[in-house]
């Protein structure tokens, strides 16, 4: 099993349609069981995979186990729970999902707080801490855990990060999304170097490791790659003219993920999944329908021209999807 977040701190990258689109590439083309967690409070992974009718009837139902729930028990100091979250289908996707909860944005205070027992290598932070590794452990009965995250560098993604194998990036080309890479290689610095004492200081005060499914806990998250959505460009003689402001975005991007790719001992070259055009056509259709964009059909409102903006959203998601695979196999 792999467990994979789409990460961005910054928002408006079209990473919640990659993620369910990928997903459903992996599900459908690739035949993998694949689970979605959406870790994100605006939940709108959950909004994308499922039907109105049926997250209304989710959020009314009082006995719902949602993934918040799964926090409680670690917030009273009773340890992880026995009972895990409930994993609905999403019929058109064909994949599973531990469906996202808005009281998640709550349990960033805990995680915070709890931030800082870790640092100071006690048990309770540690546990707060890897409450998402502890629930990730637990589900191996996948091929692959996809996680959606909201836009944010704060501690509810933190923890997140410190429990899934690797972080894929979706990224667009304008200077806030340029400027959140720089702003993610500081904070992967600054969160390593404070577990690497935090472990020290819980083994010399517990005697032993603070373990996960056996295995003691440690910074190890992997790069997976990153996917860039294209900027519109105009068009002479039906060839795609680049514009000067973009490039040189595109440059400095490239240097920041240069160096990104260096503090995971990767290579740039190996870790650049594919290219998203923009689809802004057929998006609203695929949210409207519930279903990956790929697998949109007349039933679902597709006329004329969007034949091939469907046709064209397939080879981009199986594309990515199979480097990704490539990628995570390793």
Same mark, same amino acid.
């Given at each position: ?52 009718? %049926? ?17 409680? #028990? ?13 994993? &609905? %289908? ?39 801490? !890897? &409450? ?77 490791? $603070? ?11 992997? $790069? ?6 294209? !900027? ?49 056509? &057929? ?6 329908? %519930?279903? #990956? ?24 998601? %199986? ?12």
């Amino acid at each position: 099993m792999k467990s994979i977040g789409f990460f961005n701190n910054k928002g408006g990258v079209g990473k919640t349609t990659l993620l369910c689109n990928v997903a459903a590439s992996l599900a459908i083309q690739f035949k993998k069981k694949v689970l979605v967690i959406d870790a994100d409070p605006q939940c709108n992974a959950s909004a994308y995979l499922l039907g109105e009718d %049926h997250l209304e009837q989710i959020f009314l139902d009082n006995n719902f186990y949602s993934i918040d729930s799964f926090f409680d #028990p670690v917030r009273r100091g009773q340890g992880y729970p026995q009972q895990m979250p409930e994993i &609905v %289908h999403s019929e058109r996707f064909k994949v599973d999902l531990i469906v996202g909860n808005p009281k998640l944005s709550i349990r960033e205070d805990l995680l915070a707080t709890d931030w800082a027992a870790t640092r100071n290598g006690e048990h309770r932070g540690f546990q707060t801490t !890897y &409450v998402f590794k502890e629930l990730i452990s637990r589900l191996d009965t996948y091929d692959i855990i996809m996680i959606d995250m909201g836009p944010s560098l704060g501690a509810l993604n933190r923890a997140v990060l410190l429990g899934v194998d690797s972080f894929l990036m979706p990224l667009s080309v304008d200077i806030f999304s340029m400027m959140a890479v720089e702003n993610i290689m500081k904070s992967f610095k600054t969160w390593q170097s404070a577990l690497s004492d935090a472990i020290k200081k819980y083994i010399l005060e517990e005697g032993n490791s $603070f373990n996960i499914a056996d295995k003691p806990v440690e910074w190890n998250l992997n $790069f997976a790659g990153y996917v860039m959505q294209q !900027y519109k460009a105009k068009s002479k003689a039906g060839i795609r003219e680049p514009v000067a402001a973009f490039e040189r975005i595109i440059t400095k991007q490239k240097d920041e993920l240069v160096e990104l790719c260096s503090f995971f001992d990767s290579d740039i070259d190996d870790l650049n999944l594919g290219e998203i055009p923009t689809l802004s056509s &057929v998006v609203p259709l695929s949210q409207q329908a %519930h279903a #990956p964009i790929f697998e949109l059909s007349a039933r679902d409102g597709i006329v004329g021209s969007q034949y091939t903006r469907v046709s064209e959203a397939a080879e981009f998601f %199986h594309k990515i999807a199979a480097n990704l695979l490539e990628r995570v196999e390793k």
